[in-house]
């Protein structure tokens, strides 16, 4: 980790901003584990978090870090969606995706998925066969992010953004980078067209050294440690690796990176994300996220009755180690 890197001191900075008038935290969790798809290991990032807090977003894993054997990497099988965008960032490994409405890639470290589920998609996600026969190191994050109500039966759209596609910024010291992966911060803007505004980014921050992020009001935030250790919020609140702070209140994010850390993470880093809230009613289960329970339904007997689309004839696998 990580797979997208740059010497700090050669890109833009971002402005310079007082970290005394950041946002605070008003809640600091633990990510549980557990088991997604086909059994592969993630730590649910958002558990215990209120739903609201978390508007416009809906659910977020952090899948591995894990160090697969030969014949030990998963992925998902076929499965469907509605009503909500998926947003794929891979860190190490890779994964393969294909989906009923012709989109498909291969997302490599430092690359993002955006897939619009939109009216109903089908799709897998599963690792290429290279990787599941000789295993190897696996990272990534998956993030649900809700679509307002008027655009919840849109046509399903899939965009592949790799690594070279994203905007690099770096703290006004170059102590820290600033992957920006979708949306716009500090007028720096990702890849990728967002139905719902947000910004999104991989935040590395060298021992001892901090950042502050210029941050839109409208916007909550999020910031989620995937390694390290360190300080968030301009209380510079503690927090380390499997952990997220929902902060509040000012107009930009402090992160902060303790002076030593742990041999297996050189560096703190930060997943960032925050966006408009929607404010709208949630019905969410399983594949499916809609307003009303009644919308649910439809969306089960639309999947039941094939209206969310059909498994292409050239259908890839989840690949079996013979």
Same mark, same amino acid.
């Given at each position: 980790?990580?797979?997208?890197?740059?010497?700090?001191?050669?890109?833009?900075?971002?402005?310079?901003?007082?970290?005394?008038?950041?946002?605070?935290?008003?809640?600091?969790?633990?990510?549980? %584990?557990?088991?997604?798809?086909?059994?592969?290991?993630?730590?649910?990032?958002?558990?215990?978090?209120?739903? @609201?807090?978390?508007?416009?977003?809906?659910?977020?894993?952090?899948?591995?870090?894990?160090?697969?054997?030969?014949?030990?990497?998963?992925?998902?099988?076929?499965?469907?969606?509605?009503?909500?965008?998926?947003?794929?960032?891979? /860190?190490?490994? @890779?994964?393969?995706?294909?989906?009923?409405?012709?989109?498909?890639?291969?997302?490599?470290?430092?690359?993002?998925?955006?897939?619009?589920?939109?009216?109903? !998609?089908?799709?897998?996600?599963?690792?290429?066969?290279?990787?599941? @026969?000789?295993?190897?190191?696996?990272?990534?994050?998956?993030?649900? /992010?809700?679509?307002?109500?008027?655009?919840?039966?849109?046509?399903?759209?899939?965009?592949?953004?790799q690594g070279q596609d994203l905007s690099l910024v770096?703290?006004?010291?170059?102590?820290?980078?600033?992957?920006?992966?979708?949306?716009?911060?500090?007028?720096?803007?990702?890849?990728?067209?967002?139905?719902?505004?947000?910004?999104?980014?991989? /935040?590395?921050?060298?021992?001892?050294?901090?950042?502050?992020?210029?941050?839109?009001?409208?916007?909550n935030a999020l910031a989620y440690a995937l390694a390290?250790?360190?300080?968030?919020?301009?209380? %510079? %609140?503690?927090?380390?690796?499997?952990?997220?702070?929902?902060?509040?209140?000012?107009?930009?994010?402090?992160?902060?990176?303790?002076d030593r850390q742990d041999s297996s993470s050189p560096?703190?880093?930060?997943?960032?994300?925050?966006?408009?809230?929607?404010?709208?009613?949630?019905?969410?289960?399983?594949?499916?996220?809609?307003?009303?329970?009644?919308?649910?339904?439809?969306?089960?007997?639309?999947?039941?009755?094939?209206?969310?689309?059909? /498994?292409?004839?050239?259908? !890839?696998?989840?690949?079996?180690?013979?």
């Amino acid at each position: 980790m990580p797979a997208v890197t740059a010497d700090t001191l050669t890109l833009p900075r971002l402005t310079t901003l007082s970290a005394d008038t950041g946002r605070t935290v008003t809640s600091l969790t633990t990510a549980p %584990r557990g088991f997604e798809g086909e059994g592969f290991p993630v730590h649910r990032a958002f558990a215990g978090v209120p739903m @609201e807090k978390l508007d416009p977003f809906i659910h977020m894993d952090q899948m591995g870090e894990v160090e697969y054997g030969a014949g030990e990497p998963k992925g998902t099988p076929w499965h469907p969606h509605r009503g909500f965008e998926t947003f794929t960032y891979l /860190i190490d490994g @890779e994964f393969i995706h294909q989906d009923s409405n012709g989109g498909g890639g291969t997302i490599t470290p430092g690359g993002t998925q955006y897939m619009t589920a939109g009216d109903g !998609i089908l799709h897998i996600e599963t690792p290429p066969a290279a990787l599941v @026969e000789a295993g190897g190191l696996f990272h990534g994050l998956q993030l649900w /992010i809700n679509l307002p109500r008027e655009k919840k039966r849109i046509a399903p759209q899939y965009q592949d953004l790799q690594g070279q596609d994203l905007s690099l910024v770096s703290s006004t010291d170059g102590g820290a980078l600033v992957r920006v992966l979708a949306g716009s911060i500090d007028g720096h803007s990702g890849p990728g067209i967002s139905h719902t505004p947000l910004a999104i980014a991989h /935040i590395t921050v060298a021992p001892g050294a901090q950042v502050v992020v210029p941050w839109p009001a409208e916007f909550n935030a999020l910031a989620y440690a995937l390694a390290g250790s360190g300080a968030v919020g301009a209380e %510079r %609140r503690p927090f380390s690796s499997g952990q997220l702070a929902v902060l509040e209140q000012g107009d930009s994010i402090v992160i902060s990176a303790d002076d030593r850390q742990d041999s297996s993470s050189p560096n703190l880093e930060v997943f960032l994300l925050g966006g408009k809230p929607l404010r709208e009613p949630v019905a969410a289960y399983g594949p499916f996220v809609m307003c009303t329970k009644a919308e649910l339904v439809e969306a089960f007997e639309d999947y039941q009755a094939g209206r969310l689309g059909t /498994i292409p004839s050239n259908a !890839i696998q989840p690949h079996r180690v013979q």
